[in-house]
């Protein structure tokens, strides 16, 4: 097995599968920790779906899915973190039925584009290998814009996902912060749909950082945790995919899906022990 593997990573697509995966992991683990810990899991579900409708206006106007995917999740993001600060008694509701009519305009678009779609099911699905040179830069150049907002903003983002009352009441622009975070999770979104699809991006976007929130609290180290899991679910997904000849993206998840139930299964187990422990000591 480890022969099969080190040849396989000989192939370039295979290199480039392993780079989008460093990559990837960088941004999930930054923005998921936000997600996870603002609880806006459905907010960047309506961002994701949404994103569909780039995907078909790409294929009908002739231009890479991935650069207008990325016009077109930046444009729903901005809508919806809109929607969502300016009317939150229905926000939900709302952010629904854009998500749903994202998809529709990306089905409509695909329909109306000519020629065969021969890669479209890999942005619903993913498809790690399948990662070109050019979306590998646009990824790093996403990444680097991931890194530099979250540094530049790293304490109001901290005081905005813990307590936004107090962000608020020290005059710090709440609203532009949040359209920000926002078109940070579009960022993040246009780069994961091509690992594992659009389909189960929030998945992965979620996974790691709930798992890291399980041990560590600091945000700092819940990044640097949920970085270090979502690479060590890509890259083994990536390889248990390419041995056992399996959809890339479903194998990543499945593993990620895994890995968090043994982990919430595994502390409450402890914690249980724990508690006990405790009991018999101060029994005696």
Not at 114 to 141: R, T
Not at 142 to 163: R, T
């Amino acid at each position: 097995m480890i022969n099969t593997i080190w040849s396989a990573l000989q192939y370039g697509f295979m290199q480039n599968a392993l780079i989008t995966a460093v990559l990837i992991s960088i941004a999930c683990g930054i923005i998921g920790t936000y997600v996870v810990l603002k609880r806006i899991v459905f907010l960047s579900g309506g961002v994701a779906h949404a994103a569909y409708g780039g995907i078909g206006l790409g294929y009908l106007l002739k231009i890479p899915p991935l650069v207008s995917a990325l016009g077109f999740s930046l444009l729903a993001s901005f809508s919806m973190a809109w929607v969502h600060r300016k009317t939150k008694e229905r926000s939900d509701t709302i952010i629904g039925v854009m998500w749903a009519l994202g998809m529709a305009l990306g089905i409509i678009f695909v329909d109306l584009a000519s020629g065969y779609k021969a890669d479209l099911m890999s942005y619903l699905f993913g498809s790690i290998l399948a990662v070109s040179q050019l979306e590998l830069m646009l990824m790093a150049v996403m990444d680097i814009l991931i890194i530099v907002l979250a540094a530049l903003f790293f304490k109001e983002f901290l005081a905005l996902s813990f307590d936004e009352t107090f962000t608020t009441i020290r005059n710090v622009a709440v609203d532009w912060l949040y359209v920000i975070l926002v078109g940070m999770i579009g960022l993040t979104v246009v780069m994961m749909m091509r690992v594992v699809g659009l389909i189960m991006v929030i998945a992965l976007l979620t996974i790691p950082p709930a798992i890291s929130n399980m041990f560590v609290k600091e945000m700092k180290k819940m990044m640097v945790m949920s970085i270090l899991l979502s690479l060590v679910f890509t890259t083994s997904g990536l390889l248990v995919s390419y041995l056992i000849d399996l959809t890339s993206g479903a194998v990543i998840i499945m593993i990620s899906g895994i890995a968090y139930l043994l982990s919430y299964v595994g502390k409450n187990l402890y914690q249980i022990f724990k508690n006990r422990q405790a009991g018999v000591e101060v029994h005696e």
